[in-house]
């Protein structure tokens, strides 16, 4: 290790010193800079004055891999859906598995829309006869790779039976 600097009879002289004797030239010098970097000057031939500068770091910075997330887009909430028809659930995400779809009733699962379906942001579903009339109706959207990774409609919405026509 060699550190020059202030030092009486040194002066102020930043300039390392290398005796090589009968060598031509130097094979590597390392120096490791206050930063943590390590240089790794090689093949110097001998009597120069050399300058070394403290380089960027050649590891590149890891990109980092943004937080798994799921933002159901529709419904949002305040709609209307009538039983037996059809509507698109929709969802943006950056995952790369497959999505658990779940129609709530306030804090309770109602229906499995889909168990495990593809994660391409769209689910066309069929609202059942079966269900309740309610409008605390909401859709859950998770992973199935990892359930605390989830988003739910924004606000509650409503299901009714719709009209049956006109009365005879």
Not at 100 to 127: C, H, P, Q
Request: without cysteine.
């Amino acid at each position: 290790e060699t550190r020059s600097g202030d030092s009486l009879g040194g002066g102020s002289d930043l300039a390392a010193y290398f005796g090589l004797k009968a060598n031509t030239l130097v094979s590597a010098v390392e120096v490791t800079w206050p930063s943590g970097i390590t240089q790794t000057v090689t093949d110097i031939a001998a009597d120069q004055r050399l300058t070394l500068v403290e380089q960027a770091s050649s590891t590149p910075t890891p990109t980092p891999t943004p937080m798994p997330q799921i933002t159901v887009t529709a419904p949002i909430g305040k709609e209307t859906w009538t039983k037996g028809n059809s509507y698109s659930i929709t969802w943006s995400d950056n995952l790369s598995g497959k999505v658990t779809i779940k129609l709530l009733n306030g804090r309770t699962t109602a229906a499995v829309i889909a168990a495990s379906t593809a994660s391409d942001g769209i689910f066309v579903w069929t609202v059942p006869n079966s269900l309740a009339e309610a409008n605390t109706y909401r859709v859950e959207v998770s992973s199935v790779d990892s359930v605390t990774i989830k988003d739910q409609s924004d606000r509650r919405f409503a299901i009714t039976a719709g009209s049956l026509g006109p009365k005879r």
